[in-house]
């Protein structure tokens, strides 16, 4: 059974602190990403990585950083957390290979006070 | 990011058939694919077409593309409540983009 999963389910922090958000996958997967979703925004696309220690800006990265220093986990940081950061984030993971689907984490609800 | 618009809420009767529409933007996508997501739960494949394909049935879901129009559609027959959840559809234009749209919340009523 495929999974990706996720270090926690619920997080609260404070502002300012610094936050990490852990995402390991089992099923050899090149590319990992990471996505924050809110009420009628969808899925905006953080950061994904298509390699070790490769990673590219999606379409929000302003206030985040990653990692990836194995094949299967992909870290994501919030170098000082804010309250515009609460949110919920889902970790995914795909083959390279064309056609073949998104696997998802089931997500960390992020509350930052 | 490309854009891929859904409406936010659907709401039908149990029974019912249950349309959910999509646009999007990128006419190179290669695969488009409609995904399921129930209460706190992460993003789950529903089915997937291919952009050369118009239509693909599985069980009581239909997908219709509109290449020209960029269109796809997610139809549900005889909808159930355990359907209420949220469904986004996304689209596939390189080997490593994948881009969402909103979601639409879809509400069962029975």
């Known amino acids: 059974d495929v999974k990706v999963t996720q270090s926690s389910r619920y997080l609260v922090k404070r502002t300012g602190e610094k936050v990490f958000l852990e995402c390991v996958q089992d099923?050899?997967?090149?590319?990992m990403f990471w996505y924050r979703q809110d009420p009628g925004l969808g899925l905006r696309l953080i950061y994904f990585?298509?390699?070790?220690?490769?990673?590219e800006k999606g379409d929000i990265p302003e206030g985040y950083s990653v990692s990836r220093e194995k094949k299967e986990r992909f870290s994501l940081i919030l170098e000082s957390a804010s309250t515009n950061q609460t949110s919920m984030y889902l970790c995914?993971?795909?083959?390279?290979?064309?056609?073949?689907?998104?696997?998802f984490g089931q997500g960390t609800r992020l509350t930052v006070v | 990011g490309e854009d891929v618009e859904q409406s936010l809420f659907l709401s039908v009767r149990e029974g019912d058939s249950s349309v959910i529409n999509c646009t999007y933007t990128?006419?190179?996508?290669?695969?488009l694919y409609w995904y399921k997501q129930e209460p706190g739960a992460g993003l789950q494949l529903l089915t997937y077409?291919?952009?050369?394909?118009d239509m693909k049935q599985d069980q009581r879901l239909t997908v219709l593309l509109n290449k020209k129009d960029k269109h796809l559609s997610l139809r549900i027959a005889d909808t159930q409540t355990g359907d209420s959840a949220i469904y986004f559809c996304?689209?596939?234009?390189?080997?490593?983009?994948?881009?969402f749209g909103t979601g639409t919340r879809l509400t069962v009523i029975p």
């Open positions: 995914a993971s795909s083959s390279r290979e064309w056609g073949t689907e998104a696997f």
């Open positions: 099923m050899d997967h090149e590319n």
């Open positions: 990585s298509y390699d070790v220690k490769m990673k």
């Open positions: 990128d006419s190179s996508s290669t695969y």
């Open positions: 077409i291919f952009s050369n394909m």
């Open positions: 996304a689209e596939r234009t390189g080997a490593n983009n994948l881009f």
